[in-house]
């Protein structure tokens, strides 16, 4: 059983059988390694959630700008 790194989690190696190892690769998810490259532990932090998109403000009507006057 191979052991592969994703592009998901390139941090963590897993062992895959040869199907799934193919299957991976056919998606192109897999992080292709030089036999020299180390790769660098995660470290960055999670994003910081948006804000809740806020309502349009509406301008007030002017008085006696409506056709029923």
């Given at each position: ?11 963590q ?5 040869d199907?799934?190892?193919l ?22 932090s999670?994003a ?11 301008a ?10």
């Amino acid at each position: 059983m191979p052991k592969i790194r994703t592009t998901m989690r390139p941090d963590q190696e897993i062992e895959v059988d040869d199907a799934e190892y193919l299957d991976l690769q056919r998606q192109g998810l897999l992080v292709e390694e030089d036999a020299h490259a180390e790769v660098p532990p995660a470290t960055a932090s999670p994003a910081a959630p948006e804000p809740a998109p806020q309502p349009a403000a509406v301008a007030p009507k002017k008085p006696g700008t409506n056709k029923e006057s």
